[in-house]
Every structure is written in structure tokens, then in C-alpha cells.
């Protein structure tokens, strides 16, 4: 089972997200992510799916996601030069000062955002590439992570 | 038909995914957008999902949502004090210097980050509420937008 990132074009109708999710589930293969957001036609969405999956058998998911009504175009970025970035809100345990100075401060050298500081917790958030984030969270889950979200890799080829 | 935001925590196995996107379709909720990554938990996954709705109903579909076996926690996030971002990457046409360097002015005046320069494309990202998101949409949509991929929200509440 090797990870691949698909990226498919469907319209933005209900039950689409339904039917494409059922078409890997049927076959076992789990989705690691996914991300559904618009794109520059409001009629159109685009997912971005990473699925660990058997190369041979996704080749036949590929070929039934092209014969669903409304899927548009399906792309596999797999192994391609890609622009790939990720975004991660993480809430932090921040009970005393000299922790909420250190997470202040890694998030100053790694290049995040503070976004909420509250009276237990610091927010932070960052983009970047799957690497980047792993690496970011490393560094925060000592001081205990309260909540944390993802968006799942987004990705568009490289020209 | 309103607008809700749903945080729902799920453990990371295949189906999941289908069956809660299958509860939305059913009922002809259409999904706006959905996001589903890892965790601090490698064994649960968390989705954000942002659907239009009848109030009644979706009540209706939380219910079920929570009986699901999959199914850990849901919480409805709308009308809460949120943490929200989205991550768009945007590729716009570029083929003339005077558009790449408005374009490159763009970026630089609203904060967003050029993560490629091609031949014939420039490609920015930018992260953000949903109302920065659009607006840099907007102000980029006369160049030509070659393709966009969005993470949709991701959201958690404020302490």
C-alpha cells in the first residue's frame, strides 16, 4: 500500500462527496485526507484526496471516479513536481508563564502565527508543507496539545 | 437554508468518511466544503464541515451523526467565537511582465505568499478567514485564474 494525492474536479452538488468517499471505502482503502473547497466556478469543487491504497486497484477507482455523473476530471498528483501545503490550528496547554513564553517562542522561530491567546491555552497556527506541520507539532505536543485540526494536504501541479 | 459549521471527531478507519457524507446527502443537505486530517491522535481523525442546512433537521442529523459506530464526538460550532481559517493556492494567468508584477504587488499588499512563479503563471497562497480568502480571490479573478484549490474552513473554538 503506497500513499497517493488525487485531485478531482466534481460539481458542487449534494450526495458528490457521498458517492466519490464510497467508492474507496468499498474497497478498504482509507482516506488520510481530504479536502472539498471551491474553486474560481461556484458551480465547481475541487477535492483533494490522499489514499493509501494498492496501485493496481486504484487505477479501477480512477476509472469509475471518471464515470460518476458528476465528477469532472480526476487528476493523480502522485509523484509530480506539486505545490503542496497543509494548515493545522493547534491549542496548546499553557498554564504557566514559562510555558507560554516557550510556545511563544517557537512559534516565532518556525515561522507560525499566535493566533488566540487565552487564559489556559495558546493557539497557533501554520501552512506549509506536510513535513513542516509534523515538525511543528512535534515541537508543541510536550506542552500538551488540547485540540488540534487540520485541512488535510490541498495541491495544484507546478508549471 | 443556513449555514452551519460542524466539528466532528471520528476514528481514522475506512467508511467513515462515506457514512457521515451519506447522512448529509440523504436529507439533500449539500456539503459547502469539508475538511478531514489527523489529530494529536493518530487514530482519530477530525472533520469540519460546513453545510447549508434546515435547522430542524440538521438536529435531526447531529442525532444520528452521534449514534454512528465511528462517531466520537460532534459539536456544532455555529454563532461560536471561532478560530477559523481556510488555505487557498491560486494559479493566475501571467504571461505579460506588467500583470506579473501587479500580481506580485497583490500578494505583497494583502500578505499572501507567492509559492510559484512559472513562464506563463504566477501561483499565491494565502491563508485566512473566509472573507480575506474571497477578497484576494476577488482582487486576482482579472488575471485569470488558471486553477484553485481550497482547504475549505477549519475551525476550533476560542478559549
Redesign the interface.
Known amino acids: 500500500m503506497a500513499k497517493f494525492v488525487l485531485?478531482v474536479l466534481v460539481e458542487?452538488?449534494?450526495?458528490v462527496?457521498?458517492r466519490v468517499?464510497?467508492l474507496?471505502?468499498a474497497r478498504?482503502?482509507?482516506?488520510?485526507?481530504?479536502?472539498?473547497?471551491?474553486?474560481?466556478d461556484p458551480e465547481v469543487?475541487?477535492m483533494?484526496i490522499v489514499v493509501e491504497a494498492d496501485a493496481k486497484i486504484l487505477d479501477q477507482v480512477k476509472k469509475q471516479l471518471n464515470k460518476l455523473i458528476d465528477v469532472i476530471k480526476v487528476q493523480d498528483l502522485t509523484g509530480e513536481d506539486l505545490?503542496a501545503?497543509?494548515?493545522?490550528?493547534?491549542?496548546i496547554s499553557a498554564a504557566n508563564t514559562k510555558n507560554r513564553e516557550s510556545i511563544i517562542k517557537i512559534a516565532e522561530t518556525t515561522g507560525a502565527d499566535v493566533?488566540?491567546v487565552?487564559?489556559?491555552?495558546i493557539?497557533i497556527?501554520e501552512?506549509g508543507d506536510e513535513h513542516k506541520i509534523n515538525a511543528l507539532?512535534e515541537l508543541l505536543?510536550p506542552y500538551g496539545?488540547v485540540?488540534?485540526?487540520?485541512?488535510?494536504k490541498?495541491?495544484?501541479?507546478?508549471?
Chains 1, 2 share one sequence.
Open positions: 485531485s458542487n452538488k449534494f450526495g462527496l457521498a468517499s464510497g474507496f471505502s478498504g482503502f482509507n482516506i488520510s485526507s481530504l479536502a472539498v473547497g471551491e474553486t474560481e469543487s475541487r483533494t505545490i501545503r497543509e494548515l493545522v490550528i493547534i491549542k493566533a488566540d487565552g487564559k489556559k491555552t493557539t497556527e501552512t507539532v505536543r496539545v485540540e488540534m485540526v487540520r485541512t488535510g490541498v495541491a495544484l501541479q507546478s508549471e
